[in-house]
């Protein structure tokens, strides 16, 4: 009988992880950040051109209307920083939680084991098990597979909690498994 190989990722899933996976989530496909990128172009252009038409022209209306707009992108960008701060902060224990995800021929172990020392909840260390036929999708991006459970919730695997080989092995036994839910973002 063959012996079952498997794939390990283990390691801390950090701040910056969570910074990485909301601006994913925002945005999952290369359309949509084509069209997002050009809407802000576009709304960083109209202001910016308001505001020189309005300071040319002597018309306070004019550069007012282009400062609101640009306040209006920051205060949007400000708010989204501060939106992914909290859920950083709600999740603070699982910055210190080492994850543990063991991929094998017909699921997945996800394991996360909390740091006794930063643990102020004494939260349970959990393990949960996942056949590739329950995920919604997956999704790979450069540093990162999103394995998303339903449309809300998601695990994330950092590439660097991996070797290179077995990145590169996981990302072919995602492909075979999943078929069309497995979506490359590179």
């Not at 056949?131 to 809300?152: H, Q």
């Amino acid at each position: 009988m063959k012996q079952q190989k498997y794939l390990l990722s283990k390691g801390k899933v950090v701040l910056s992880d969570y910074r990485e996976y909301a601006n994913f989530n925002l945005c999952r496909s290369k359309l949509s950040r084509v069209i997002r990128t050009a809407v802000m172009a576009w709304v960083i252009l109209i202001a910016l051109y308001l505001a020189v038409v309005g300071f040319v022209a002597q018309s306070s209306v004019l550069v007012l209307a282009g400062g609101v707009l640009l306040l209006c992108l920051g205060t949007f960008f400000g708010l989204l920083r501060k939106q992914v701060k909290t859920v950083c902060i709600k999740k603070q224990e699982y910055l210190y939680a080492t994850h543990q995800v063991q991929f094998g021929n017909n699921g997945l172990i996800y394991s996360v084991l909390f740091d006794p020392e930063h643990n102020s909840h004494k939260l349970e260390d959990t393990q949960d098990d996942f056949f590739y036929t329950d995920f919604f999708r997956v999704y790979e991006t450069g540093g990162f597979f999103y394995l998303y459970i339903d449309k809300k919730s998601t695990i994330i695997v950092p590439k660097r909690n991996m070797m290179p080989a077995d990145s590169l092995e996981l990302r072919a036994l995602l492909s075979e498994k999943l078929e069309k839910k497995f979506i490359r973002c590179i």
